[in-house]
């Protein structure tokens, strides 16, 4: 797992602001596969990652569920 704070540009109109930002990398060795998430959350460490994959997993469960019913 990869943990980077980075900084993007980004532009409102005239206004020009800095948005930092969390970039996770996480390699999941089951199925040999890399996710890369960005976030504003700062506060949670490892969790993270644990938790966006344990959505990852609810949101193909509930596509798989659409496919086969409707």
């Known amino acids: 797992m990869e943990d980077q704070v980075i900084e993007v540009d980004v532009e409102k109109g005239k206004e020009k602001t800095i948005l930092k930002l969390r970039k996770l990398n996480f390699y999941e060795s089951v199925n040999k596969r890399e996710f890369e998430f960005l976030t504003n959350l700062f506060d949670l460490r490892v969790y993270l990652t644990a938790l966006y994959k344990i959505k990852w ?14």
């Open 57 to 70: 997993q609810i949101n193909l469960f509930f596509k798989q569920l659409k496919q086969k019913f409707f």
